[in-house]
């Protein structure tokens, strides 16, 4: 006969594990917050030097390649692993069966790193976001803590971080479950249900309590009403979804080209392929006028509050995100995506006649799944950032449609392809280790 165990919930053996990781979820939430308001800060004062007199031009065209050669260098000089988006790193921590290769991806000196890192990337003008980022920071915490407690459930702790981390940015909380479901996971474990629920209100309540309660992009009221409104559901998902592909399977191709280049030496190649595409990015952003520098957040929520963006836009938007991305500097995509897509969707409605409210919306939606080809992610945060619960149903049919489209042109998710390199990398790293100590032992 089966004895079924007794938990004392009174004991310190139960208690201790829990406080630890609710304080580790709380500390996801402050730090969010946090990085935030300095993101912000960084971003007003790269502003701040090129609108001065005498010294913005010079500034839009030094400060970009210069900025991105120094974080390239102390990426790879000091914080290994940090570059980049940072989720394919937790996707790919998820996958390693030993916590000292995990700590190789999630440490918090890599999260310090990757705060401090995308802080002067944005001060540099570099077209990228926070929210990535604040994935990695929150799974490299959580997984602390899990450490601290004596929490063995290191694949749980990372999806619970990684989804605290986007409630948290976006203050949306249930487009961080589903993102935890849909994308970190994808073999989703029931028993990880508690850890993500309670890292993510927790989370959110921290983050609450500092912010209070809003959305990302205001409200927007903007409905599908009419025949042409559902034609520009299909337009803006399928055209959105395409380019979306078009974004990740350029990215790809180039990450895998200064990769092979910078082989032979890793350093100086590395320093001097990310200065060129801070080049690019300082190009683009004189020929926009600055538009293009930092997050696209005013943009987007320019078009979503029905204020049309210029003609080319999205597509100036698109380059200095690619270049931005292919640099490998610390620094996420999730903003700057949607920034494209809020473009995309603006020219399209101005072609057609029908504004830019809705066909923001719908587009930012099909790009952004087209870009991670995560559907119920993309349609569940742009509806949480927009407020917009009348445009249920034509934001699930652009996400789905939009990632629809990118599988046909491109069947390659961006992050879990980014995520297999970081694994071979690290086992690369611990088999070369194994050999050194075994070519040294006596």
């Known amino acids: 006969m089966l004895r079924r165990s007794r938990v004392v919930w009174g004991t310190q053996r139960v208690w201790r594990p829990r406080l630890i990781f609710w304080a580790g979820a709380l500390a996801i939430g402050l ?10 800060a960084a971003h007003q004062a790269f502003e701040s030097i090129r609108s001065s007199a005498g010294f913005g031009t010079v500034a839009m065209l030094v400060l970009p390649p210069a900025g991105f050669a120094l974080s390239a260098f102390l990426t790879l000089r000091f914080f290994p692993n940090s570059q980049g988006s940072g989720i394919p790193q937790a996707i790919a921590a998820r996958h390693l069966e030993l916590d000292a290769d995990r700590g190789q991806l999630l440490s918090l000196r890599i999260a310090a790193g990757k705060i401090l890192l995308t802080l002067l990337g944005l001060l540099s ?19 602390a803590a899990g450490r601290l407690g004596g929490m063995v459930q290191a694949r749980g702790l990372i999806l619970a971080g990684s989804a605290a981390g986007i409630a948290a940015a976006f203050n949306t909380p249930l487009a961080g479950i589903v993102f935890a479901i ?24 921290a983050s609450l309590g500092l912010t209070g309660n ?9 409905v599908a009403n009419t025949l ?25 191709w180039m990450l895998r080209r200064i990769r092979r280049w910078s082989a032979s030496l890793p350093m100086r190649r590395a320093v001097g392929a990310a200065a060129i595409c801070g080049v690019v990015v300082a190009a683009v952003g004189f020929i926009s006028d600055g538009a293009t520098y930092g997050t696209g957040y005013e943009q987007a929520r320019s078009a979503i509050e029905g204020d049309p963006l210029p003609l080319f836009f999205f597509a100036e938007k698109f380059v ?7 640099s490998g500097i610390p620094g996420g995509i999730f903003a700057p995506s949607l920034a494209v897509g809020a473009g995309l969707g603006s020219t399209i409605g101005v072609i057609v006649g029908a504004g830019s409210g809705l066909a923001a919306t ?7 799944a087209g870009v991670v080809q995560a559907p119920m992610t993309a349609f569940v945060i742009i509806l949480e950032m927009t407020g917009n619960h009348g445009n249920v149903i034509p934001l699930m049919l652009a996400s789905l449609l939009g990632f629809g489209t990118a599988r046909l042109v491109s069947g390659a998710p961006l992050y879990h392809s980014l995520a297999r390199n970081f694994v071979a990398d690290v086992l690369r790293l611990r088999r070369s280790q194994a050999r050194d100590i075994e070519e040294t032992a006596p």
């Open 362 to 368: 719908l587009a930012m939606a099909g790009y952004f």
């Open 320 to 326: 200095a995100s690619l270049a931005s991305m292919a």
């Open 31 to 40: 730090v969010s917050v946090g990085f935030a308001l300095l993101a912000d």
């Open 182 to 205: 849909e994308e970190m996971g994808r073999a989703y474990e029931a028993r990880t249900n508690g850890l993500v629920l309670s890292a993510v209100v927790l989370a959110g309540l």
């Open 214 to 222: 809003y959305t990302y992009f205001g409200e927007s009221n903007a």
């Open 228 to 252: 042409q409104d559902w034609g520009l559901v299909i337009a803006c998902g399928v055209i959105g979804g395409a380019l979306g592909a078009v974004f990740t399977a350029s990215a790809l």
């Open 125 to 143: 003008g570099a077209s990228i976001g926070r929210e990535g980022p604040t994935v990695q920071v929150g799974a490299a915490i959580m997984l």
